[in-house]
């Protein structure tokens, strides 16, 4: 049953059944880690020059490139920035400062005109806003953006800067990057002023979820750059960039880094086999630092009107993008449902420069299939053999394990590796094999219940009920002690009461005395008429059960006491009983037809214990232990009572009657029961004179006591016959 989950999640991790939800759950788990261990400070490092509402409202929307030509101007020549990066794509020509509807006046309706094209020619460098945006651009540190586009027809707008990896560095491997057959690049003429652009594509997961960036995309067999890592490798001298390869079992070559190189100084990205890297989100995003902003925000308008002084962006790299839901650059990530698409690249090139770019490994799916066969092996072995609460607790002790591996792994190395097929399969095992546990024990339980439930208290079943298997009705030899007791008088009784009276009184009765055996762990085997039957030691193995048969027997004789005090009250005739025990080897278990049968036991031991109850009339006691009982129950304080052969059996055995629980017994008790084993010596040697004289004092010490007058009265039969030389001291019965 715990093996199901095992094999379920291990085809997870193949990639053989894909399961969605464990994906999404590891989704969920990697968002709410990002979450809890984003820094959420401040990089000073970066700023993101904004195109907000505020400067949409005071210059309003598209801007024509002169004024972004100002931007950059002011950004490099007031503010004294280091590096300048757009989120922004200038895909086509800007026509609206005019100059192309003066030039075609030129050339057609009013190239007539004396000096019209001159004057035309004039304004040119004045009006062509994209080569004044040039200008700004050339020989500066600036990064443009452009997009890649899955276009079925491929199609393609502007100039691609130069690709970043040499084809004869891949040595004919293949770097299974995200591929694109379209795009949207800068016109030529920017593009010319300023050589290095990236593209600022992000990668959205099923679920809508922007969590990866590529460092490297494919077009047409060549591979290009982010925006980010263009960013990145001209901050730092534009090193060359050399993909890293790994090979799995099968040696198949696996992209695993970018080396960047320059010089003597070299710095290796960690990707996945996408080109890929997992976003560092600093904190929450936006301009809003009251709301864990994590990078300083500008506006473009307080740029472009001189409202910063000058040189308070020194040094910083610049970020230009945009903040305005209609602009449409607004993403979904793991912390903000509306995170600025510009702070995802700052988030990626903070990473860059810090070194704590967080990566799926190559290996991630080999981890995933270890930890589930050593947990799920472990707990496949260990659950079934465990009770609940240790059950409970290895599992969570697996899953304090896998979760603290995965968590170090992660904190420690910035290794994201995959954890919710591990958690689902432990969960899930530990469900089913409690649930599986639950409804078999249950339904052993219940079953245990029905069968021993009448018979045996109820502490006796919940006792049983906490090992189950352990306890059958099927037959064995044990060793037990059986009671029968008898109620005297009950037949007397019944001629003088109507039915529904003597079923009341028999009724509590039989409640007093099933409350003592049960109350001393004693099963109740049948109630026979006005006899009751039960038995101690079985089904729950306890190993003072004589002693605690004894106990039982002396306290029913005193609630009988007690009841006769009710009845005396309520004018109704008292009773007494007559109770045997009897300790030794007899058959227990599931006895009778096909049609009834009950829980009971048998044997030689079971019938001399019938027999004893029977002789507790014949020596005026209210109760008669055998020797195999009075030797396992030495805390009470016993007189011997005969030495007896019943019916059936030819060895004679001792019988007792217990008359306390040992405690300190009175000096008198005490001096009575030494003349009495004193006067049993002389009996068994027929010593009739000495006898004599000890039995009149034995009378005048308790002259109620019916066994000192029946032993009166045998001996003063016996005296008048010769010795018996065969005579052994016993006394035989031969009824029943």
């Not at 490099?76 to 989120?87: T, V």
Request: neutral net charge.
């Amino acid at each position: 049953m715990t093996l199901i989950p095992v094999i379920f999640a291990l085809l997870h991790a193949v990639g053989t059944l894909q399961l969605g939800v464990l994906q999404h759950l590891d989704n969920i788990i990697f968002d709410a880690r990002l979450r809890a261990t984003m820094p959420r400070t401040l990089d000073e490092r970066i700023v993101i020059v904004d195109l907000d509402e505020k400067s949409l409202t005071e210059l309003g929307w598209p801007w024509s490139r002169n004024k972004l030509a100002a931007l950059v101007n002011a950004l490099f020549e007031r503010q004294k920035i280091r590096l300048l990066g757009f989120d922004v794509v200038f895909a086509e020509t800007d026509e609206s400062s005019g100059l192309a509807q003066l030039q075609q006046l030129a050339r057609h309706q009013l190239r007539d005109q004396p000096g019209f094209a001159e004057a035309v020619q004039q304004l040119r460098g004045t009006l062509d806003f994209d080569a004044a945006f040039a200008r700004s651009l050339r020989n500066r540190p600036v990064v443009l953006g452009y997009y890649f586009s899955s276009d079925r027809d491929g199609r393609t707008s502007g100039v691609l800067p130069a690709p970043v990896v040499d084809a004869a560095a891949l040595q004919g491997r293949h770097m299974g990057l995200t591929f694109w057959s379209g795009y949207n690049a800068n016109i030529d003429t920017i593009a010319a002023a300023a050589p290095n652009a990236g593209f600022f594509n992000a990668i959205t997961d099923a679920d809508g979820v922007v969590r990866s960036l590529p460092l490297l995309a494919e077009h047409q067999g060549r591979y290009y750059e982010s925006l980010s890592l263009g960013m990145f490798r001209l901050l730092t001298g534009l090193p060359s960039v050399t993909p890293g390869f790994s090979h799995d079992s099968l040696g198949v070559a696996q992209l695993e880094n970018l080396l960047l190189q320059h010089g003597s100084q070299q710095q290796a990205i960690p990707m996945d086999a996408r080109g890929a890297v997992l976003v560092p989100f600093r904190g929450t995003g936006g301009p809003d630092r009251t709301r864990g902003g994590s990078y300083r925000y500008v506006s473009a308008a307080d740029v472009l009107a001189h409202r910063l002084p000058d040189g308070s962006l020194r040094d910083k790299i610049v970020l230009v993008g945009t903040t305005v839901p209609g602009l449409l650059d607004l993403r979904v990530t793991p912390v903000g449902e509306t995170y600025p698409g510009v702070e995802i690249h700052a988030n990626v090139l903070s990473g860059l420069m810090d070194g704590n770019i967080a990566v799926k490994p190559d290996y991630a799916v080999g981890y995933d299939i270890l930890v589930l066969l050593l947990a799920g092996l472990t707990l496949a072995w260990a659950l079934p053999r465990l009770s609940a609460l240790r059950a409970v607790a290895l599992s969570m002790g697996v899953l304090v394990l896998v979760v603290g591996l995965n968590g170090a792994l992660y904190l420690g190395h910035g290794l994201v590796l995959p954890l919710a097929a591990a958690l689902w399969m432990v969960v899930t095992a530990s469900v089913l094999n409690m649930a599986y546990g639950y409804f078999v024990e249950s339904r052993s339980k219940r079953e245990l219940a029905h069968l021993f439930g009448t018979y045996v208290p109820p502490e006796l079943v919940d006792e049983m009920l906490k090992h189950p298997d352990s306890y059958t009705m099927r037959a064995s030899n044990q060793e037990l002690t059986v009671m029968f007791c008898d109620i005297r008088g009950f037949t007397q009784m019944s001629k003088n009461m109507e039915p529904l009276q003597l079923q009341a009184v028999l009724n509590g009765v039989f409640s007093r005395l099933t409350t003592q055996i049960r109350t001393h762990r004693g099963t109740i085997d049948k109630y026979m008429g006005d006899c009751v039957m039960a038995f101690w030691g079985a089904p729950v193995a306890t190993a003072d059960h004589a002693h605690l048969s004894v106990q039982a027997a002396l306290d029913m004789a005193q609630a009988v006491q007690q009841l006769n005090s009710e009845h005396r009250s309520r004018d109704i005739p008292e009773i007494s009983i007559g109770i045997g025990l009897n300790t030794g080897s007899m058959c227990v278990g599931d006895m009778g037809s096909n049609i009834r049968r009950s829980y009971t036991v048998i044997g030689d031991a079971v019938n001399l214990g019938a027999r004893l109850e029977g002789l507790s009339k014949i020596y005026g006691v209210a109760i008669v232990v055998s020797a195999s009982t009075r030797a396992q129950a030495p805390k009470c304080v016993w007189q011997e009572l005969d030495k007896v052969r019943v019916k059936g059996k030819e060895q004679a055995v001792a019988i007792y009657t217990p008359l306390a629980v040992m405690d300190p017994i009175a000096p008198s008790l005490a001096d009575e029961l030494h003349l009495w084993n004193s006067f049993l010596g002389y009996y068994r040697i027929q010593n009739w004179a000495i006898f004599e004289l000890q039995i009149m004092k034995l009378q005048g010490m308790d002259a109620t006591k019916y066994l000192y007058r029946l032993y009166a009265e045998r001996v003063a039969s016996m005296r008048v016959l010769p010795p018996d030389p065969a005579w052994d001291g016993a006394t035989n019965f031969e009824t029943k």
